[in-house]
């Protein structure tokens, strides 16, 4: 008997476990979607054409002074040699024999903050940076801010509906096997009942029990859930520029508190539905 109670038990643990760990990982991508947002529209490259007449010191100043805007999330200078070879490698060598002066001016590629990547902000941006005496055309695709923004909501609304939907599952995955562990257990509480024993008496065991279940399937799943995230940065390290690892405690203390309260309000729902029971309905 004690063989059989023992594996139920770790079965049990088991099963909670892997449930635990898809909880894991809905809060991770739950918690991140908002670095996930932001890593996206701060890669979007906006370019700052400066006028023919300024020469690459009076660009390099002017960068200095772009750096301190608030908006500005990162600038790199190109130089009018640069400019040139990045035109070749688009449109080829001697591209540049039909002008009879070169063209391509100095220019300085910036990112902007994620909260200014969008339709109304960026335009402001581009207003102000229009100002500048040094600046000539600020060139940047509407077109795929627009379309950033957009798909960003949707993917948004979906991996909400998701995460909704995956944390329902794993409710009713970890009920119902909380619900078979207790429900063998019927009879025990039937004769708890006969000789005595009050509600609360009967209930305590078995929530005792079931918090130390929750606990013990978390730190199993926890632990899953860390080697995971250990072998997936070794293979894919690009994956971590997006995901801010600093919040990898706030998804375990999901887990954690995610295994304790659903054993225990699965616990006390079978247990109190046990109790109320007669002894003819025990059978069924």
């Known amino acids: 008997m004690r063989r059989r109670l023992r594996n139920a038990y770790l079965s049990s643990v088991i099963s909670i476990s892997l449930v635990l760990l898809l909880v894991g990982v809905a809060s991770l991508l739950l918690v991140n979607a908002k670095a996930i947002s ?19 010191s009076e660009g390099l100043k002017y960068k200095e002074e772009l750096d301190k805007q608030p908006f500005i999330r990162s600038s790199a200078f190109v130089s009018r040699e640069q400019g040139r ?11 540049l024999d039909v002008f009879e002066t070169a063209p391509i001016p100095v220019s300085i590629d910036i990112t902007l903050n994620a909260e200014y990547v969008s339709a109304d902000s960026i335009e402001v941006v581009k207003a102000r940076i229009l100002d500048s005496q040094f600046v000539e055309e600020v060139v940047y695709q509407r077109s795929l801010v627009d ?3 957009a ?6 609304m979906v991996l909400s509906i998701f995460i909704a939907l995956l944390l329902f599952i794993s ?9 078979l562990n207790v429900f063998a257990r019927r009879f025990t509480i039937h004769t708890m009942k006969l000789v005595g024993a009050t509600r609360s008496f009967i209930r305590a065991p078995f929530l005792v029990q079931s918090l130390f279940q929750g606990v013990f399937a978390a730190v199993v799943s926890i632990l899953a859930l860390v080697g995971g995230l250990y072998f997936v940065r070794n293979e894919f390290e690009q994956l971590f520029e997006v995901f801010r690892m600093e919040l990898l405690l706030v998804v375990l203390g999901i887990v954690l508190v995610s ?18 029971l007669n002894k003819d309905e025990l059978y069924y």
């Open 151 to 156: 798909n960003l909501s949707k993917i948004s």
């Open 38 to 56: 932001d890593y996206f529209k701060e890669n979007m490259q906006v370019s700052v054409m400066l006028k023919q007449t300024i020469d690459e």
């Open 259 to 276: 295994g304790m309260l659903i054993c225990l309000l699965s616990t006390w729902m079978v247990v109190n539905k046990l109790l109320s």
């Open 171 to 179: 409710f009713v995955l970890i009920n119902n096997t909380v619900r």
């Open 85 to 95: 070879y990045e035109m070749e490698q688009l449109l080829g060598e001697g591209f």
């Open 147 to 149: 379309a950033l923004n």
